[in-house]
């Protein structure tokens, strides 16, 4: 066959905390782009009201379930992370 082997040194305690850096950068960014995402439709949402094409108790049960939903996303990228740091961290 036709097989390629690289090794590589194990982590050191130092990158291995930078790496754990990066990934709180990215779930840092995944958050912000939920709660940009949850802005707009929160946006859309009010202009819906204003043209008077849905009842306000509607957009409230609407507003309610976007945070709903963007709580559960941000749970779930913080769960993520957390499962991330302890995977890396115990390389």
């Known amino acids: 066959g036709n097989v390629i082997r690289i090794i590589l040194p194990p982590l ?3 990158r291995r905390k930078e ?3 990066k990934a709180g950068k990215l779930a840092e960014q ?3 782009a939920v709660r940009n995402i949850r802005h ?3 946006k859309e ?3 819906i009201k204003k043209e008077g094409g849905v009842s ?3 957009i409230k049960r609407m507003k309610d379930e976007v945070q709903k939903l963007t709580d559960k996303f941000i749970d779930a990228i913080d769960e993520l992370l957390e ?3 302890k995977e890396i961290l115990s390389i």
Do not use: F, N, Q, S
Request: net charge negative.
């Open 12 to 14: 050191t305690e130092e």
């Open 19 to 21: 790496l754990v850096r």
């Open 30 to 32: 995944a958050r912000i």
């Open 40 to 42: 707009e439709v929160m």
């Open 45 to 47: 949402l009010d202009k």
């Open 56 to 58: 306000e108790d509607e």
């Open 83 to 85: 499962k991330k740091e």
